[in-house]
């Protein structure tokens, strides 16, 4: 595996790398959900490189950005296991050197949910993203699902810029009692992580009234509500930051087609997000969820 750490070195690699050429952007301590992309890019490029950035722009809080974890040995053997093909990791400093000044702004999909709650969040994303992208050239860029909101803003970006990238998007990967995996879960404690799978419980529970037929997003969202709300009254521990039901793709209040149903909690100072996909008119039963 290449080991590359200034953009300049990215964007020679890339021009003499193989087509297809993908890149999974990622912020480091690397677990299933990123492996999976890894091999989703491999099964359909001749060339993978990861992306190893913790990008401060899309911090609100600087004790949320030191906290954030950090293992780039790990990843980095990790990784290479795998066969990725290329790993890139610069410093904060060539990413955004001294007299750095300029953002891509983000609205439409960037404003609701995570929007309100992490003000200036999607900016970073975008800018961060932008940058890879345009670095890296490559054909095919790789997402979860497990970042609804974030993969609509990514989108929207791609298309409203025109940069010639396919932005590919993974089904969610859970662990065994369905939290999504997310490098925030290794600051769980004990408990926290006894608590955290109750966001995804109560999303599916929603997405189990939508299947049955039920259409209100009041009725949806109250049933994931009230899942969340009997944790509580059983004694977890968290509060909850927002559960919308909103388009697939806009990320504006649901009326018809494809919904994301989203939420938020907070254990202590830990986030956790999640989101289901509803699929109108899934008639063959099939989950884009599974």
């Known amino acids: 595996m290449e080991l590359l750490s200034t953009p300049k070195q990215l964007m020679a690699y890339c021009r003499n790398a193989t087509r297809p050429l993908g890149i999974v952007p990622t912020m480091g301590s690397i677990h299933q959900g990123h492996i999976e992309l890894v091999k989703q890019a491999q099964s359909e490029c001749d060339t993978v490189i990861v992306t190893l950035f913790i990008n401060p722009l899309q911090f609100g809080e600087e004790k949320d950005f030191d906290s954030y974890p950090r293992s780039i040995n790990e990843d980095s053997e990790v990784l290479s296991s795998y066969g990725v093909d290329a790993l890139y990791f610069p410093e904060t400093s060539l990413i955004y050197p001294d007299g750095f000044s300029t953002s891509i702004n983000v609205y439409g999909p960037a404003l609701p949910m995570e929007g309100l709650t992490r003000p200036g969040h999607f900016d970073g994303v975008a800018t961060i993203v932008a940058k890879l992208l345009i670095n890296s050239g490559p054909d095919n860029a790789y997402f979860g699902r497990k970042d609804g909101q974030q993969l609509a803003v990514i989108k929207r970006m791609v298309k409203d810029l025109e940069i010639p990238t396919n932005i590919r998007e993974i089904d969610t990967v859970r662990e065994a009692d369905g939290l999504a995996y997310s490098s925030r879960n290794n600051l ?76 938020a909690i907070r254990l202590g100072d830990i986030r956790i997000i999640d989101n289901v996909i509803l699929v109108e008119n899934n008639i063959d039963g099939i989950s884009r969820e599974e």
């Open 188 to 263: 769980l404690n004990s408990n926290q992580r006894l608590a955290a799978p109750i966001l995804y419980e109560s999303l599916s529970a929603g997405k189990m009234a939508f299947e049955g037929g039920e259409r209100n997003p009041l009725v949806i969202t109250g049933v994931a509500f009230e899942i969340l709300e009997a944790a509580k009254r059983k004694g977890l521990l968290f509060t909850i930051d927002y559960l919308e039901m909103v388009d697939l793709m806009s990320m504006m209040p649901w009326s018809s087609g494809d919904a994301m149903l989203a939420g």
